[in-house]
């Protein structure tokens, strides 16, 4: 019997297996709505036999970007473009999901195939990025401290874009506290240096991400909410492990479902050696620390890893990136490798099942 292949149900919603798809940003939106490439891009890995596929960060607001070109909720134009895609990967059998994020002190940057590095300068389509100090990220514009009146709008952004997806078809909302933008900031006392409620102990620098956790909940009380973290600055005097299990703990008694654990994106100094598996330590960590479910991600390519990970119990599920864009049919080929019967081939397809 295959673990990876089992379902697993979450708030009383049921992922047909464990081999998901991790949020990745296409850079290819206009004014934040997502484009026919989306479509296709999200469509082909539901074919391909995921469980959940999650959709890209998703700006919560216009300065919440990454860049220019980044999908948003914060229109109702948007919501009714991500509504066909939503449905579309839904009709495929998997669970439709959206991660909703703010970039904060990352915003305003260039797309990675622009041409272009660091911050997009106002003149040319750029704008003012927030954060919780006004530090830079290294090579980046100096952000604007957040003031509470803009922390209760950053709130009330989360909570009207976690509106607009539910109604919009997903079913799993994620939480973007990770890999260096808004939320991981004020985390992270690496770029939190604020003296009020939201700075200093943890319970503080946490304060920002549980009241998101919250407003998610009241605005979508029924939606699956999961929480990506960065589980470690990968840097001197940054955010660690023992606060993600901490903080997860706390978020989880706030109503979040389960949590995706990632690592770094803080600051440019951080020191990674990445290799197969390398975030999986971390996410059994935080699974047995704070005894809730979680997901690992980080270079699991292969059927037999990810079995693997998931029957030892260091996992509840696989999130997968870049194998996904090299093979869309990544768990039909996997269900494959590993001899596992599954009954939802395309049927359209069913001439390429291995016999
Ligand atoms: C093209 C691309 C875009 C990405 N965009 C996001 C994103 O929108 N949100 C996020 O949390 N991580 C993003 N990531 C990180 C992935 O979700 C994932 O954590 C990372 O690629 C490691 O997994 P992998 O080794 O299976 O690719 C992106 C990665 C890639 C390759």
Redesign the pocket.
Known sequence: MSTLFSPVTLRGLTARNRLWV?????YSATDGVPQEWHHTHLAQFASGGAGVV?A??TAVSPAAR?SPEDTGLWTDAQRDAWAPIAAAIRARGALAGV?L?HAGRKASTWS?FSGRRGSVGIDEGGWPTLAPSAMAFDGFAEPVALDIAGIDATVRDFAAAARRAVDAGFQVI?I?A??GYLLHQFLSPLSNQREDEYGGPLENRARLLLRIVDAVRDAAPDVVLFV?FSASDWAPGGWSIEETTTVAGWASEHGADLF?I?SGGLVAHQSIV?GPGY?VGFASAVRQGAGVPVSA?????GAVQAERLIAEGQADAV???????RDPHFALRAASELGVEIDYWPKQYLRARPA
Do not use: F, K, N
Request: aromatic share 4%; charged share 20%; hydrophobic share 40%.
């Open positions: 991790a949020p990745m940003c296409q999650m890209e960060a990454i991660q994020a990675p994620e973007h990770a890999h990506r995706d990632s990445p975030q991600v980080g270079l699991i390519t999130m997968a990136g870049r194998e996904w864009l």
